[in-house]
């Protein structure tokens, strides 16, 4: 711009998306009886305790929320949860719900280790809690052979 003073560009300082040493596998599969797609989202390492595990949470959230809003081909009509090797203490602030399936009232359960129920128990909701893979799987499957789009 000719005879306007401009600000000079501001030191810009390079950060991180890489919040978390969590790291995350993510699949799909297609429920038997149906033309679906589901998708199982395991997750493992260290969750920091308290309020440093902040960093942990949003990861977490982002991944579910990320894996959940793409499409392989289609999206994803139910979601499990694996926690079953994240070594995790506590923490307020670990949410696992993704935007697009709460809103649509679709199936997630998260599956913990035994010993972890009780942990787990005091902040999610009991009715998504399982320590069985296949009743995980079977819930899922049995909830998508009755949707209807």
Request: aromatic fraction near 16%; include cysteine; hydrophobic fraction near 40%.
């Given at each position: 711009m000719k005879g306007k003073h401009l600000n000079p560009i501001p030191k810009l300082e390079k950060v991180s998306l890489n919040i978390s040493s969590i790291t995350v596998e993510c699949y799909v599969w297609k429920p038997r009886k149906t033309s679906y797609f589901a998708g199982y989202i395991?997750?493992?390492?260290?969750?920091?305790?308290?309020s440093a595990g902040i960093n942990d949470?949003?990861?977490?959230?982002?991944?579910?929320?990320?894996?959940?809003?793409?499409?392989?081909?289609?999206?994803?009509?139910?979601?499990?949860?694996?926690l079953t090797q994240l070594d995790?203490?506590?923490?307020?602030?670990?949410?696992?719900?993704?935007?697009?399936?709460?809103?649509r009232n679709l199936p997630i359960k998260v599956l913990v280790q035994t010993d972890s129920l009780g942990?787990?128990?005091?902040?999610?909701?009991?009715?998504?809690?399982?320590?069985?893979?296949?009743?995980?799987?079977?819930?899922?499957?049995?909830?998508?052979?009755?949707?209807?789009?």
């Open positions: 395991e997750f493992k390492g260290q969750y920091r305790i308290g949470a949003k990861y977490i959230h982002w991944k579910i929320n990320e894996f959940c809003d793409l499409t392989f081909p289609e999206p994803i009509l139910g979601l499990i949860v694996d995790y203490s506590y923490g307020d602030d670990l949410e696992i719900f993704p935007e697009r399936l709460i809103s942990i787990f128990d005091k902040i999610l909701d009991k009715n998504i809690l399982t320590d069985s893979r296949e009743v995980a799987f079977d819930q899922i499957e049995n909830f998508l052979q009755k949707y209807n789009l």
